[in-house]
């Protein structure tokens, strides 16, 4: 007869023998490869379970969105809004064809390292080295992406510890060994590490830039220049006076570029100058600053460079711009002969002696003119103690009694807490010295050997465009202090005879202290500082009349761009993380309170008979729980032999074993084992509980309020980390991807 019940075919690997017993020459189903398997069960499993982001709850969906949104704004959005304030066009103010040279100046990225904090362990001290290096690539990127400079100049400590690290002739004697114990351990190979991640920071991705700005220009379109110089030395570089190094500059030098310098940049002369190193000479020393016990027996060799670039740079200025005109126009180049002769071999030992520097490679030499002369040095020149760096200054702004003062007495301005301090140090000091300061801006701004003072403006520090000018210096550019300060420099020569009255003002300079561009130097909004130059000129480098009637009486403009506060991103996640888990709790609370059915709970037991089958293959339905047996007499002691082998009541005890079977059946199901709660435990489940007394068996057992409130808090924990887990999940792949997206 055959069975109501449907049978379920089962694929089997075996072979089929015929009536004959002759072995089949073929299989009924052939078995598959390992890698088929694997194949077939991942997709039975892909068919089986939902995605994972499916499984959130819409709260759990709603905190992981808001996550992703905080965490783009924090990581990509927050640099563009802050680059998009400093835009060109926002400050500029040329007139209407104007094509200015776009010039990006960067101080003191101080890359950390373990001479930043020598006290912090890992792994702080490696996060904080992960998140300040990410910080600068970004800013930086995102400056070359948006505002498209065309040339970029650091002003200094590129490296923190540069001149802790020892070069392969380092000697204590020579200053270039460190003279902390702490720091001999680190070598050669260590600094050209760093020197790698300034490098992977700053220079890869500039090179990515012009090359992108290449392939967007246009076939006949007059190509434009574009230039990184990062050669002007710091103290964190090389040193300070007498503690700079020779093998540390020379290494320095052989991978960043001289440190005294002269490029024309928008028909401007950019002068760097090694103050760092100039500071050493004797006469320039500052009474405060640490002096080497044992100075090097070639003292003259830190400074002689420096100084003599600085006593001839009025030659350097023309020199440089006769090249540059001779590069536009090569007609007036003047080609000289080339002879070849026979040397004898003490010759070779002797040294080449080089061209003087007024060669003439232009036709007409004599006739170029002066181009507006900008000064870099990486230290500020001297200023009076407690003169006022104006309101740009983010640590220690102007103080009430200052900004009172300033219109009143233009003079007797001061303000320590907004200047900075004069004072220096073990390898530093924050200002340079009066008599350095006074030859610098004399031989930088005019050729004629006067003597000059200086002094501070009367403290109005607003946007004037670069008016005051010292001869041809036009602006001085500076670093070292972290901060952004902002001060005029004026100049007022002597009495001719030898008077020693001032007769009056005949000039005056500004000079601006760029602010860092990296967040763990002090400074919680970090910046950089924009320059617009243009100055056009003709074949002789004079400048060009102006045809309109609004040109601007400077050829150099300059605007603060800060970027974002980190520390206020880390604050806003932190924040962010608090109401997530607050979020989190309080679903938790619901759910362990109201119940389960709308959870991830009752989600996780609906498709745990799913995860349990390793097969792959359609887990079978639950067996339906039985019903309740009839209820049957139960014999009485005084029932015959006859009565207890009656049919009727041997079937009612049969029945009775297979409802008991049944039951013990059904609780081994991985389905209803699920239901371990009493809460969830179906009513004809077989319990492991004791029995209770009759009067107690139908009464629900009550806890004592610390056990429920224990019970309580466990079920909302357990809760609530089943809930933060998949969100932290898909928040961290998000924040790993946009990392290295961005």
């Given at each position: 007869?055959p069975?109501?019940a ?5 694929d ?16 009924r189903?052939?078995r ?18 939902r ?13 992981a969105?808001?996550w ?12 563009g ?14 007139p ?7 010039l990006?100046?960067?101080a003191d990225?101080?890359?950390v ?9 890992w ?7 992960i998140?300040t290096?990410?910080?600068?690539h970004?800013a ?6 948006r ?5 970029v ?6 490296l ?22 702490r720091?001999h351990?680190?070598?050669p190979a260590?600094?050209?590490a760093?020197?790698?991640r300034f490098?992977r ?5 500039w090179?990515r830039?012009?090359r992108t700005?290449?392939k967007q ?9 574009h230039?990184l110089i990062?050669?002007l030395?710091?103290?964190?570089d ?5 503690g ?10 052989t ?14 002369s950019?002068?760097g100058?090694d ?15 640490d002096?080497?016990p ?6 003259e060799?830190?400074?002689?460079p420096?100084?003599?670039?600085l006593?001839?740079?009025p ?6 711009l006769a090249?540059?005109l001779?590069?536009?126009?090569p007609a007036?180049a003047?080609?000289w ?13 002797a040294?080449?002696?080089?061209p003087?520097?007024?060669t003439?490679i232009?036709?007409d030499?004599d ?9 870099l040095?990486h ?7 407690g003169?006022?760096?104006?309101p740009?200054?983010?640590r ?7 900004s009172?003062s300033s219109?009143?007495s233009?003079?007797?301005v ?13 390898q530093?000091q ?8 006074r ?8 050729e004629?050997d006067?003597d000059v003072?200086?002094d501070?403006d ?6 004037d465009?670069?008016r005051g000018?010292?001869g ?16 005029v420099?004026?100049r007022r020569?002597h ?14 300079v500004?000079?601006i202290?760029v602010?860092?561009?990296s ?8 910046g ?5 130059l243009w100055?056009p000129?003709d ?9 309109s009637t609004?040109a601007p ?5 300059s605007q603060l ?6 520390l206020a991103?880390?604050?806003r996640?932190?924040?962010?993380l608090?109401l ?19 959870g ?7 498709h ?26 139960s ?11 009656d049919?009727?009541?041997k ?7 297979d ?5 013990r059946?059904?609780s081994?199901h991985?389905y209803?084992?699920s239901?371990a ?9 077989p319990?492991?509980?004791t ?5 107690n068996r ?17 079920a909302?924990?357990a809760?609530a980390?089943?809930a ?6 898909v ?9 290295w997206?961005w």
């Open positions: 007869m069975s109501s449907s049978t379920a075919s089962v089997v690997d075996v072979d089929v023998d015929d009536p004959d017993g002759a072995p089949s020459s073929a299989r189903r052939t598959p490869s390992v890698g088929g398997r694997l194949f077939r069960q991942a997709t039975r499993r892909a068919r089986h379970h995605p994972r982001l499916l499984w959130l709850h819409p709260v759990q969906l709603l905190v969105l808001s992703m949104l905080v965490l783009w704004w924090g990581e990509h959005r927050a640099y809004a802050a680059i998009e304030r400093c835009q060109w066009r926002r400050w500029e103010d040329w209407a064809n104007a094509q200015p040279h776009h990006l100046l960067i990225p101080q890359l390292d373990p001479h930043t904090y020598p006290g912090r362990r792994p702080l001290s490696r996060l904080t080295t998140y290096d990410r910080y600068m970004r930086f990127r995102a400056l070359a992406h505002l498209q400079p065309d040339t100049i650091f002003l200094g400590d590129l923190d510890g540069g001149r802790e690290w020892a070069t392969s002739t380092s000697t204590s004697t020579s200053g270039s060994r460190s003279a902390d114990p720091w351990r680190y070598g260590f600094w050209m760093e020197r790698a490098e920071i700053f220079v890869r991705a090179t830039h012009v700005q290449e220009q246009q076939p006949h379109a007059a190509p434009r220049v230039k990062a050669s030395p710091g103290n964190h090389v040193g300070f006076g007498n700079v190094g020779l093998a540390v500059r020379a290494r320095f030098e991978w960043f570029g001289p440190g005294n310098r002269v490029d024309v940049v928008g028909n401007h950019v002068v100058l103050t760092v190193s100039l500071s050493a000479r004797p006469a320039h020393a500052s009474p405060n600053a002096v080497d044992d100075p090097d027996p070639d003292v060799a830190r400074w002689r420096a100084q003599a670039f006593d001839t740079l030659a350097r200025k023309r020199r440089a090249r540059v001779v590069g536009r126009e007036r003047i080609r002969p080339h002879r070849v002769r026979e040397l004898e071999l003490g010759d070779l030992a040294p080449t002696a080089q003087p520097l007024d003439r232009h036709r030499y006739q170029l003119a002066a181009l507006p002369t900008i000064l040095t230290v500020p020149l001297y200023r009076a103690p003169t006022p760096c104006g740009l200054r983010e220690w702004p102007p103080s009430a009694s200052a009172a219109s009143a233009a003079a007797t001061s303000d320590d807490g907004n200047a900075i301090a004069v004072r220096a140090g073990y530093y924050n200002v340079l010295g009066a008599a350095l300061s030859e610098i801006i004399d031989k930088a701004g005019r004629e006067e003072n200086v501070v009367d403290g109005n520090h607003d946007h465009h670069g000018r010292v041809s210096l036009v602006r001085v550019f500076s670093g070292d202090d972290h901060d952004y300060c902002e001060v420099h004026r020569p009495k001719a005879g030898g008077g020693g009255g001032v007769v009056g003002v005949v000039g005056a500004r000079e202290t602010k860092s561009i967040w763990a130097m002090g400074v919680r909004r970090p950089v500082v924009l320059v617009s100055n000129i074949g002789l480098g004079r400048p060009l009349p102006s045809t609004s009486a400077t050829t150099i403009q761009c800060l970027l974002p506060d980190q991103i880390f604050m996640y932190g924040a962010w608090a997530t888990l607050l979020v989190l709790v309080a679903r938790a609370v619901v759910v362990a309170v109201v119940g389960s059915g709308g991830a709970g009752g989600r996780a037991h609906s745990r008979h799913h995860d349990d089958n390793d097969g792959g293959e359609k887990a079978s339905p639950p067996p339906p729980l039985p019903s309740s047996p009839s209820p049957s007499p014999p009485s002691p005084s029932s015959s032999p006859s009565h207890r082998s049919p009727e009541h079937h009612a005890r049969h029945d009775e074993h409802y008991h079977h049944h039951r059946v059904v081994s991985p209803y084992s239901f709660d009493p809460a969830h435990r179906h009513p004809l489940l319990t492991t509980t029995t209770t007394p009759a009067r139908y009464r629900p057992r009550r806890l004592r309020r610390p056990a429920a409130a224990a019970a309580l808090l466990a909302v924990a809760e980390g089943r933060l887990l998949p969100v932290a999940a928040v961290g792949l998000f924040y790993l991807g946009l990392g997206w």
